[in-house]
């Protein structure tokens, strides 16, 4: 976690804010930030609105979550970058840190892995999305 | 899910303004003037 707030002021350095959205509540989501130690928002969809905005309400799975996916906004709304599903948790902080600088400079990327399978950076996220996913459980005490 | 659904590279996002996990709200607008904002969508408790 201490490397994860390093690169979260990288992040910062760079001009890219962070933040992450679940259709949890907050009472469900606090406690687990908390644990984690998470310094970024995590956003609460209770309504689903935005992921239905997004496209990304899986609606098969417990009256609707998010499917994963990761965006990169740019100051005028305009996504600049985008990963879904499995290949949204396939990234690498370095990777995903030199995209946000090439944009903090308005230089167009150089890596274009829209095809490509594999979505530079927030491989930083991974451990963090995994443990909002797997490693805290439902707060039954 | 279908992707035509979902904002691709190029496109505008759309606006959003959700309170965190503490109460603050927190809206796009606000979080893109910076420079930019990574967004990520993750599953939650199941």
Redesign the interface.
């Known amino acids: 976690m201490a490397d994860y707030s390093r690169h979260l002021d990288d992040?910062?350095a760079?001009?890219?804010?962070?933040?992450?959205?679940?259709?949890?509540d907050?009472a469900?989501?606090?406690p687990?930030?908390q644990e984690l130690g998470i310094k970024f928002?995590?956003?609460?969809?209770t309504s689903r609105?935005?992921?239905k905005?997004?496209?990304?309400l899986?609606s098969r799975?417990?009256g609707g979550?998010?499917?994963?996916?990761?965006?990169?906004?740019?100051?005028?709304?305009?996504?600049?970058?985008?990963a879904?599903e499995d290949v949204?948790s396939r990234v690498s902080v370095d990777q995903?840190l030199e995209l946000?600088r090439e944009?903090?400079r308005g230089v167009e990327p150089k890596t274009k892995p829209?095809n490509s399978g594999v979505f530079p950076g927030?491989m930083f996220?991974r451990a963090t999305?995994n443990a909002?996913?797997h490693g805290?459980h439902?707060p039954n005490k | 899910?279908?992707?035509?659904?979902?904002?691709?590279?190029?496109?505008?996002?759309?606006?959003?303004a959700?309170?965190?996990?503490?109460?603050?709200v927190?809206r796009?607008?606000d979080?893109?003037?910076?420079?930019?904002?990574?967004?990520?969508?993750?599953?939650?408790?199941?």
């Open positions: 992040f910062r760079a001009g890219a804010e962070l933040v992450a959205i679940s259709v949890d907050a469900r989501t606090e687990v930030r928002p995590l956003l609460c969809d609105e935005v992921v905005k997004y496209g990304l899986n799975e417990k979550i998010a499917l994963p996916a990761s965006f990169v906004i740019d100051r005028e709304r305009v996504v600049r970058f985008r879904l949204a995903l946000a944009l903090g829209r927030l996220l999305m909002l996913r805290v439902s | 899910m279908d992707e035509r659904e979902i904002p691709s590279v190029g496109e505008k996002a759309p606006e959003f959700l309170a965190d996990s503490t109460g603050v927190r796009l607008d979080l893109i003037a910076g420079g930019m904002c990574i967004v990520v969508f993750y599953r939650g408790h199941w």
